[in-house]
């Protein structure tokens, strides 16, 4: 069955640290990659997305993230935190030609000053 | 343009009771979904629907309907409501040409 892993269930950095989120996926065919965030009280967000062309794509608030076909990874990145870092983040995929996408189970980042 | 909204907020049931969760979007989107969202378990999926008047089972459909009479709207009723069935509910929509979801604030659940 198709599904999504992140490692990485709580991660807790000071402010200034840098940031990598795990995400693997199982699927062998053509896949679309989401990051979304969701803040404390709210919805969820779209953070960035891969869909082709280059592998690393930049998001929203210095997020960046990259695609490594080989390895089934899309992690998250993020050169230095800010406590208004502190969210939920879910990775999230699209296999191709399906109108569905398939969530990992998230990671909570705390991110203290 | 209000996006994806969802009623109501909060909500608490005694087993065995019904509700609808209430979801509309005003930006033309064909395609909703319905999630729920339990702690340290991810999104799962529970209906999608593709336009007014199709709709399809996701990946935890037991327990729930839906209806699609509406481009706009997507309810999604508990007919015997379970404390299995205390979560966060998401709604979400997009269009035919893309696969980015906008979501709903969610609703807030608790079966008691």
């Known amino acids: 069955a198709q599904s999504v892993s992140q490692h990485n269930h709580h991660v807790i950095l000071s402010e200034a640290a840098s940031l990598e989120l795990g995400c693997n996926y199982s699927y062998g065919g053509t896949v679309n990659l989401f990051w979304y965030v969701q803040y404390p009280g709210q919805h969820l967000q779209l953070l960035l997305k891969?869909?082709?062309?280059?592998?690393l794509v930049k998001g929203i608030k210095g997020f960046e993230a990259e695609f490594i076909k080989s390895k089934f990874s899309f992690n998250l990145r993020k050169p230095s935190v800010q406590w208004s870092d502190t969210a939920e983040y879910f990775c999230a995929v699209n296999p191709y030609n399906t109108d569905k996408l398939i969530f990992g189970t998230g990671t909570r980042l705390q991110v203290f000053p | 343009n209000a996006g994806v909204t969802q009623t109501p907020k909060f909500r608490i049931l005694k087993i065995g009771q019904s509700m609808t969760l209430q979801c509309t979007q005003d930006?033309?989107?064909?395609?909703m979904y319905w999630y729920r969202q339990d702690p340290g378990m991810g999104l799962k999926l529970i209906y999608y629907?593709?336009?007014?008047?199709?709709?399809d089972k996701g990946e935890v459909p037991n327990g729930y309907n839906v209806s699609r009479s509406t481009t706009e709207d997507f309810p999604l009723r508990l007919e015997l409501a379970a404390p299995s069935q205390t979560s966060v509910y998401f709604c979400a929509s997009k269009t035919e040409y893309t696969d980015t979801q906008y979501f709903g604030p969610g609703t807030r659940l608790t079966v008691l």
């Open positions: 629907s593709v336009g007014a008047g199709i709709t």
């Open positions: 891969y869909f082709s062309g280059d592998p």
């Open positions: 930006m033309n989107h064909n395609y």
